[in-house]
């Protein structure tokens, strides 16, 4: 019996151009006599390295550590020396440099001792732990450390598992070859999932246009010893995106500004499962991945490529050709132009397109919004685009926040279907980005606020412990001036010898305070310097004569 399948609203169909890259088989990339791998290749904070320029370090290595609770660690990908470590050029649409360690490769691929790992004994925190320090991050496209999505938190148990191969995105390929291919280590990582979060029912979409892939799922699931559903999905982009699928084979909606865990659903990309099973029963961490180098090259391809593998070396291996226009890292729909093509493969490369004016051609002139809501239409995240457009265009983000910006997913469908040919998506990036910026100011100024109302706070403090100090001290002088004169007429002398007295007892206090105080380091003196000191006493005796003996012209006459 078929499983029931919803529908999410919205969506789009462009040509898939999918055959272009799947009729060769998969073959590794050369290696590069230069690696140069990011310490940002994941969502959260970047990874900490923990090796000096000139360490030789060998294959799957650690060379930077993960740093924080989201975060990851980062390896090399092959053996050589530690040539750099600080700025360099990274995978970005800015150009901008972020720091990297840099490897120059001695050929010689050698690794360090790895092999598997019995995770079934361990705990689950170990386990986790482990698979942080292998570096894992989600190659689905939004590379979130895996160890924190593998964590079912105080829940303990995560119903629902699903693994991603819907791989919607034109041009891309790669789900599909490693679907084809490894079916069968994917189901393995798959079986590890499970175990972490104990779910029951495990789904694998893969859309219809990959009939191959769902075969060769199909085949692997017949022979787990846990149930697994590989189910056949309409082709209907953004149908690949973790809400849609969940939408589709479920029918639930992930609630907006919630998490899929919150609803007992966690999505991994089949790329992720297939990593996992190479850290378990391997002890690989990941190093390399499957890019689809498609486009305007002469032989598309799919290659499986180190970490720091530069663009230039799978564009050439797949055939470099005259009248390139630019390069998109991802699909046409939601890839990032790549302005420089020396920099290098990362744990989110699923995809290197190279463009040229034929394949896509510039974009038109945009013109005014028309108001025709085909944006609105066409949204998956059943938003308004167009309210959004105009809201990001003027710069009020609170009204953009209002008609829930952040649950925009960046598809890109409403820039597709727009008659008007407006780059809504870039609109809505520039808010978001914006809106961010905003909020780091916002958080370091209160910081700096609540600084500053401490320190005040602190200095008031501290001023009236001291005046407490004071007046308690004055009280109790003021007490003992009191009791003075009940002395003084008890005893039949007056006030004023009684205040005389109080001065003279407090200077015999300090006198007898001062004839306490012993001098330093003055045991065991030789003789020479007891005799120095004996003369110098005995100058300052005559000193103290001469100064209480009254001058000549003081005396009387």
Not at 335 to 346: A, M, Q
Not at 464 to 474: I, M, S, V
Not at 475 to 495: D, H, M, V, Y
Request: aromatic share 4%; with cysteine.
């Amino acid at each position: 019996m078929s499983r029931e399948l919803f529908k999410f609203k919205g969506g789009i169909h462009p040509p898939g151009h999918k055959a272009e890259s799947t009729g060769r088989p998969i073959h590794p990339a050369p290696l590069p006599k230069k690696l140069v791998i990011p310490l940002r290749q994941h969502i959260g904070n970047p990874a900490r390295p923990i090796v000096d320029v000139g360490e030789r370090v060998l294959k799957g290595q650690l060379i930077a550590a993960a740093d924080g609770a989201i975060s990851t660690a980062v390896h090399a990908s092959s053996s050589g020396i530690v040539s750099a470590i600080g700025p360099a050029r990274v995978p970005h649409i800015s150009g901008l440099p972020d720091e990297c360690i840099t490897i120059e490769t001695d050929g010689r691929d050698e690794w360090i001792a790895h092999g598997p790992l019995d995770y079934q004994a361990m705990t689950r925190a170990d386990l986790l732990a482990h698979l942080r320090d292998m570096g894992l991050a989600g190659l689905g496209g939004a590379v979130f450390p895996s160890a924190v999505k593998l964590d079912p938190g105080a829940a303990q148990t995560c119903p629902t598992l699903i693994i991603n191969g819907g791989e919607c995105e034109p041009w891309i390929t790669c789900d599909d070859m490693l679907m084809r291919t490894q079916a069968d280590a994917i189901l393995q990582g798959v079986a590890i999932m499970r175990h972490l979060l104990g779910s029951s029912e495990i789904l694998i979409g893969i859309e219809d246009n990959k009939p191959e892939a769902i075969a060769a799922m199909q085949a692997a699931t017949a022979k787990t010893d846990f149930a697994v559903e590989t189910v056949s999905l309409p082709t209907r982009y953004p149908g690949g995106g973790a809400k849609q699928m969940i939408e589709t084979l479920t029918g639930k909606q992930v609630p907006s500004g919630k998490l899929s865990t919150d609803i007992g659903i966690q999505v991994f990309n089949v790329g992720t499962a297939y990593a996992l099973a190479r850290a378990v029963h391997h002890g690989e961490p990941l190093i390399s991945r499957l890019v689809t180098v498609t486009g305007h090259v002469l032989r598309a391809q799919n290659v499986e490529a180190l970490i720091g593998t530069p663009f230039d070396t799978l564009i050439q291996l797949a055939g470099d050709r005259d009248g390139t226009t630019g390069v998109l890292m991802g699909g046409p729909m939601m890839g990032l132009p790549i302005p420089d093509t020396s920099v290098p493969v990362v744990k989110a490369t699923n995809c290197i397109l190279v463009e040229s004016a034929e394949l896509f051609p510039p974009p038109p002139k945009a013109l005014p919004c028309i108001r025709c809501t085909r944006c609105a239409d066409a949204c998956p995240a059943e938003l308004q685009p167009q309210e959004l457009f105009r809201f990001a265009k003027s710069d009020d983000f609170g009204r953009a926040q209002e008609y829930h910006l952040f649950d925009c997913i960046e598809c890109g469908c409403c820039s597709y279907v727009c008659p008007s040919h407006i780059p809504l998506v870039d609109f809505y990036r520039y808010a978001k980005s914006e809106i961010w910026a905003r909020e780091r100011d916002k958080r370091a100024a209160d910081l700096a606020r609540e600084r500053h109302e401490f320190r005040l706070f602190r200095q008031e403090r501290e001023k009236t412990e001291k005046a407490e100090k004071l007046a308690a001290k004055a009280q109790a002088k003021r007490a003992e001036l009191a009791a003075a004169p009940t002395e003084a007429g008890n005893s039949g002398t007056s006030e004023a010898d009684a205040k005389k007295a109080l001065i003279a007892a407090a200077l015999a206090r300090a006198q007898a305070k001062k004839t306490e105080t012993t001098p330093q380091n003055t045991d065991n003196l030789s003789p020479d310097t007891q005799q120095e000191i004996a003369e110098i006493e005995t100058r300052r005796a005559k000193i103290r004569a001469l100064a209480r003996k009254p001058l000549e012209s003081e005396e009387t006459p």
